[in-house]
């Protein structure tokens, strides 16, 4: 029985036990897809990346849930770029590339003290209306319809990833939020596999000005996702395409994670660009442990 060694890194936080955990496996090269599959769905943590090499960025990156593969993942190239960074495989580099299935990405080291932070661009936003029972959304999180905000749409957002962006009214509603992920397909019609990005413009912390949950697509095989980078991201682009339509561009702080006792922060920066918007997040990361897969081949 082989084993291959997975190193479990903490993003968006720079304290062990908090964020968003992520598993990451180095010079995965020689793994096969379904061997890749498998790791995620024994690691169990929501995401998975597997570094390989690449002929058209510096690095290549695959993301796994337990269930399924994903295009992209904001925490788990947070993770895995902080691994690469401090155990000194890109060198002094400040920036480099990322091959993604959504294309090649840049992203940007600096420095802050003795913090390492990761800027990682996105891909272009997307949204697409949802158009299902509002009662029957609410009701799937252990919520009713007066508790979302409908001065503001409910629409399915991408960056990368889709999630449907859900608006809250009051703080007060995150803590007792409980997902039924099966009954997410029957009311997700246009997007049966989307995950759900519930958020509000009333914050815990002062510098944050959005506060967030994420539940997973029940097809991931997770329930809730800590503090999600592809959804806050597609936050920043949601904030310039429905809530300030004059900006040319936002920043802000997403704050998420406290409800599962994991509290993070993203940094989003986001500007528009002709037809389009250039949309960034940034956060740092920390090491955990090592820990031994065993593989069943």
Same mark, same amino acid.
């Given at each position: 029985?082989?084993?291959?060694?997975?190193?479990?890194?903490?993003?968006?936080?720079?304290?062990?036990?908090?964020?968003? !955990?992520?598993?990451?496996?180095? *010079?995965? #090269?020689?793994?096969?897809?379904?061997?890749? $599959?498998?790791?995620? %769905?024994? /690691?169990?943590?929501?995401?998975?990346?597997?570094?390989?090499?690449?002929?058209?960025?510096?690095?290549?990156?695959?993301?796994?849930?337990?269930?399924?593969?994903?295009?992209?993942?904001?925490?788990?190239?947070?993770?895995?770029?902080?691994?690469?960074?401090?155990?000194?495989?890109?060198?002094?580099?400040?920036?480099?590339?990322?091959?993604?299935?959504?294309?090649?990405? !840049?992203?940007?080291?600096?420095? *802050?003290? #003795?913090?390492?932070?990761?800027?990682?661009? $996105?891909?272009?936003? %997307?949204? /697409?209306?949802?158009?299902?029972?509002?009662?029957?959304?609410?009701?799937?999180?252990?919520?009713?319809?007066?508790?979302?905000?409908?001065?503001?749409?409910?629409?399915?957002?991408?960056?990368?990833?889709?999630?449907?962006?859900?608006?809250?009214?009051?703080?007060?509603?995150?803590?007792?939020?409980?997902?039924?992920?099966?009954?997410?397909?029957?009311?997700?019609?246009?997007?049966?596999?989307?995950?759900?990005?519930?958020?509000?413009?009333?914050?815990?912390?002062?510098?944050?000005?959005? %506060?967030?949950?994420?539940?997973?697509?029940?097809?991931?095989?997770?329930?809730?996702?800590?503090?999600?980078?592809?959804?806050?991201?597609?936050?920043?682009?949601?904030?310039?395409?429905?809530?300030?339509?004059?900006?040319?561009?936002?920043?802000?702080?997403?704050?998420?994670?406290?409800?599962?006792?994991?509290?993070?922060?993203?940094?989003?920066?986001?500007?528009?660009?002709?037809?389009?918007?250039?949309?960034?997040?940034?956060?740092?990361?920390?090491?955990?442990?090592?820990?031994?897969?065993?593989?069943?081949?």
């Amino acid at each position: 029985m082989a084993e291959v060694k997975v190193y479990h890194y903490d993003a968006f936080s720079a304290v062990p036990g908090k964020g968003n !955990p992520a598993g990451v496996v180095f *010079d995965a #090269d020689d793994l096969s897809e379904t061997v890749m $599959q498998q790791i995620a %769905h024994k /690691v169990g943590f929501n995401e998975t990346v597997f570094v390989l090499n690449s002929r058209t960025a510096d690095v290549r990156l695959r993301y796994f849930t337990p269930g399924h593969e994903i295009n992209l993942c904001g925490h788990a190239t947070m993770a895995s770029l902080y691994g690469l960074k401090t155990r000194g495989l890109l060198g002094d580099q400040k920036s480099i590339t990322i091959e993604t299935n959504v294309g090649i990405l !840049p992203i940007r080291f600096e420095q *802050d003290g #003795d913090t390492i932070n990761m800027e990682m661009k $996105q891909d272009q936003p %997307h949204f /697409v209306p949802f158009r299902g029972d509002i009662g029957k959304l609410a009701s799937s999180i252990n919520l009713t319809s007066d508790d979302l905000d409908l001065s503001m749409p409910i629409v399915y957002g991408s960056t990368g990833t889709w999630t449907l962006l859900i608006p809250i009214r009051k703080l007060d509603s995150f803590s007792i939020m409980k997902p039924d992920s099966a009954e997410f397909p029957e009311v997700l019609l246009e997007n049966p596999k989307a995950s759900l990005h519930p958020f509000s413009f009333e914050t815990r912390d002062s510098e944050a000005m959005m %506060h967030a949950r994420h539940f997973s697509s029940p097809y991931s095989g997770t329930t809730e996702d800590p503090v999600t980078g592809t959804a806050s991201g597609v936050m920043g682009a949601y904030y310039l395409t429905y809530v300030n339509r004059e900006a040319d561009q936002v920043k802000f702080v997403v704050e998420q994670g406290h409800e599962i006792g994991r509290d993070g922060k993203v940094e989003v920066s986001v500007t528009r660009e002709g037809d389009g918007m250039d949309v960034r997040i940034k956060g740092t990361a920390v090491f955990v442990r090592e820990m031994n897969i065993e593989l069943d081949i």
